[in-house]
């Protein structure tokens, strides 16, 4: 502290630049916070220094004032991320900014009143990310957003050596890496460079973050999947095909009165994308495809008509010897949730129901649909272990890693111009941690194929093309990983960490004080 009370000259800390400026540490922070929420505007850096200076502010200001200042900033990022998420800022969602924003200030808040009563410089720095790995489980593990929201490591979607760490940590190994340069190097801006009271953080760190990049590197290199592959294609309806379906259902008015009052006219609006789809898994299926995934939002139907969509996709499935799962919205007429249903139906390839998978996290305040059981379903085929899950499911990783073994993950899923290629980018991770290629078909947002190590097989935008169609070769073994086998033992082992440095330094405070 007295170092960043001294006039800045050439030979003082670097803290020392900064001395008496509090608030354009705050800015500068704030500024990167936004460009660090893993949003369609986001620079990757920004995540690693965004808490740097924040961190640097809240140590250097009053408890109070740093945490409510702070507190503003992040809360403020919530509600940017909702906003260039395309995702309504005021309303229901509001409500989430200034809870999730305190959850994200609290590791600025233990850092200030735990590190600096700590004897270990190597210490002090271990409580900051200790406490954002915890925070992020909290998030990911108690709240309805699960892990969509938040995860330092999702702004690294680009950085595959670094992200195979997620196999054996989760991505909350990633997080944590990142969270800890901001007390690294404030350790190093309060000691002025000061390399023998410096050299042992600054080492470990260097260390640690060096040796998971080459170990990322070599598992990229030399432990690719197997090259037996199988050809997996996702299809999504055409936007002619919509559009007219659209516009049949506009002409009678709200579709749960139509249902009743003329459902004949319902019906036929319905298959003109029901058919649309249909066309499009036989021209894929005539081409190779052995497994073909319709997206979420991509077929509704009358609950009494679905027995008769399923036989003819049944039909296909058998004559071309493959799976099919098809996403399903079947309308029964009764009011509210319970007239609406959200569910995947795997179709084998002898023509019958493989499993009927209901979304488990429907996505708070849009989604209409009851939850379902939550009971992620795998079967056994030629092409390896294949499971399901819906859209949002994919960012709840507790539920990506239920069912063991899994060798491919379908994902159908249905996004908006302004999240879709975020939301595909997040679930990239999921691929990593489970060691499973992952199949995302999205209507409405960038549909992308991936491997167990999170290379990207193939992948279109529905918005830049009038039938979307994504195919590729995916491997039909997945890899094993650590974390698939052990779950969130990192970040619980993390959040004991923290337990016992908070206990640690309030034994050494109140040893000092007697």
């Avoid at 505007?41 to 740093?66: E, H, M, Q």
Wanted: aromatic fraction near 8%; charged fraction near 15%; proline fraction near 6%.
């Amino acid at each position: 502290m007295l170092l960043e009370r001294k006039s800045a000259h050439p030979g003082a800390a670097p803290g020392a630049l900064l001395a008496g400026r509090p608030w354009i540490v705050l800015g500068v922070g704030a500024v990167l916070h936004l460009l660090a929420i893993h949003g369609r505007w986001d620079l990757a850096p920004t995540a690693w220094l965004s808490g740097v200076f924040l961190l640097r502010f809240a140590r250097t200001t009053g408890v109070v004032k740093g945490f409510l200042l702070i507190w503003a900033v992040t809360s403020v990022g919530v509600g940017y991320l909702l906003f260039e998420g395309g995702m309504p800022v005021f309303g229901p969602l509001l409500l989430l900014c200034v809870p999730l924003g305190v959850v994200f200030v609290l590791p600025f808040l233990v850092d200030r009143l735990v590190g600096r009563r700590l004897a270990s410089p190597l210490l002090r720095t271990l409580v900051f990310p200790a406490a954002v790995v915890g925070a992020e489980y909290l998030i990911a593990t108690a709240t309805p957003v699960g892990a969509a929201l938040v995860s330092l490591a999702l702004t690294q979607h680009e950085n595959l050596p670094l992200l195979q760490l997620a196999a054996v940590t989760g991505g909350y190994g990633v997080s944590f890496l990142i969270a800890w340069l901001a007390p690294v190097a404030n350790e190093v801006w309060e000691r002025g460079l000061d390399w023998p009271r410096i050299r042992t953080v600054a080492l470990t760190f260097v260390g640690v973050l060096v040796l998971t990049i080459i170990g990322g590197t070599v598992r990229l290199a030399f432990f690719a999947p197997t090259a037996d592959t199988v050809r997996v294609a996702g299809v999504s309806w055409s936007r002619a095909a919509h559009d007219r379906s659209d516009a049949m259902l506009k002409a009678l008015g709200p579709v749960s009165d139509a249902v009743e009052r003329d459902p004949a006219a319902v019906r036929a609006a319905f298959a003109v994308v029901d058919d649309d789809l249909l066309a499009s898994t036989e021209r894929e299926l005539a081409a190779g495809a052995k497994v073909v995934v319709w997206p979420e939002a991509g077929v509704r139907v009358l609950a009494a008509d679905r027995a008769a969509l399923l036989e003819r996709v049944g039909a296909l499935a058998v004559e071309h010897d493959a799976y099919i799962e098809v996403w399903l919205a079947s309308l029964t007429g009764e009011p509210g949730l319970a007239g609406t249903t959200n569910e995947a139906v795997l179709v084998d390839p002898q023509g019958r129901v493989g499993w009927q998978y209901e979304k488990a996290h429907p996505v708070p305040f849009l989604d209409r649909n009851e939850p379902g059981p939550g009971q992620v379903p795998t079967t056994d085929t030629p092409y390896g272990r294949i499971a399901t899950v819906i859209c949002f499911d994919a960012d709840f990783p507790a539920l990506m890693r239920q069912a063991p073994g899994v060798d491919l993950m379908l994902v159908p899923s249905n996004d908006w111009p302004e999240y879709g290629q975020t939301h595909t980018e997040k679930a990239t991770i999921r691929a990593i941690e489970n060691g499973y290629s992952l199949v995302r078909s999205d209507s409405r947002g960038l549909s992308r194929v991936v491997d167990p190590h999170g290379r990207t097989l193939a992948q279109t935008d529905f918005f830049t093309t009038d039938q979307q169609t994504v195919v590729a070769d995916v491997p039909v073994t997945g890899t094993r990983t650590i974390y698939g086998m052990v779950g969130d033992v990192f970040a619980w082992s993390s959040i004991a960490a923290l337990v016992l440095l908070v206990g640690a330094a309030v034994r050494r405070r109140s040893v000092r004080s007697a």
